[in-house]
């Protein structure tokens, strides 16, 4: 009978399907989240293999691993030469070894090649055996600053191996979410067809002054910008975005993302301004077509008020010099003629693609797309915002 963690795997994707994933686990207290870390990619599709150091085991059994990963953890080496077996140069050998969490004593070993435990021998051959490492670091904040570990860091990054920083609070150098360990292992062992390729993704909403304390903006949440950043960053690109955090924002980008931000559509303007160009733009921004003229100060309430707009340069036309390749979206609010109006933008504002969708899509989760190219040629698309962002990635770079 197969193991009840085959109910889980490719539950997310397939992307890590056939995939082997040696999970180190040293002797920190966020070893307790291993079981997640180990389930994540598991719903991704790959086959995670656990690996613990002796005070690893301290902290947690190796059954709950065994019971999260469907696979004997490897808790000491045998005559079965587990790190030959699945890290030395042989057929069928792990595709990633990823420590997380490491502590400062097993990054300072692995740092000056010593292999004293299964983790850390893992490691070591793992290297002789180019296979890709990442190191996930959890430890107190002191420790990570000792100038003694970031020379051991800076050894390894020269070794090839990639370290995701912590992030600080409470005095400690936390270990990250699963979403920003999980990427940049789907980035490294991706289809990588947009290496090498500058990509600007632009996405939230804009917000305009009323007076100097209240606003007008919509009720973009920008998830559909999150999910074409993160996924051009796990295709391999080089990844910019510029995030509007509008009224109807409810994430923040990961940090792994070049993310800068924008209020008004004048700041949006000078971001164009002063940026370099790219070889992809997508522009998923709901961005507002009116502003008001801004009143100094703050505008008495209980009045009756009248308001004055002007209307907000055409930013997509701003864009067009910065990239060969320009994508833009259209949001009406039912389907009918979206695509004939659609293409009428996509002609005017001089996009190589554009993107329709309706009102349904803000703030969900999923959405359903018209995405039509210059010769009006059209494919239709629904399914979550992460899955659309994939579809429409490969779609352009097919």
Known sequence: MDHPIESIRGLKSTK?????????ITGSIAAVESIKISREFIRQGARVIPVMTPSAQEILHPYALSCATGEEVITTLTGNIEHVKFCGDVQGKADMVLIAPCTANTLS??????????????????????????VVPAMHSAMYHHPRLEEHVASCTKMGIETISPYFAEGKAKIVSLGEIVAPALRKLGDQVLQGKKV???GGATTEFIDDVRVISNLSSGKMALALATQAYEMGGTVTLWYGYGAGYSSHPPSYLDTKTFCTSDDLISLINSSQQFD????CAAISDYKPLKQKG????????TLSFMPTPIINKKLRSKTTLLVGFKLEFTEKQIVKKAYSRLC?????YIIANTVHSLGNDD???WLIDADKATLRKTGLKNDIAEFILHTLHG
């Open 200 to 202: 600007l993704i632009i």
């Open 348 to 352: 005017e504002q001089k996009l190589d």
């Open 16 to 24: 890590l399907k056939g995939k082997l994933i040696m999970l180190c």
């Open 280 to 283: 992809v733009i997508i522009n």
């Open 109 to 134: 070993k692995i740092a000056l090649g010593i292999a004293d435990n299964p983790v850390t021998t893992c490691v070591l051959s793992a290297l002789g055996s180019r296979i890709p490492v990442l």
């Open 367 to 369: 959405i359903s797309i």
């Open 298 to 305: 703050k505008i008495s309430s209980g009045e009756h008020l």
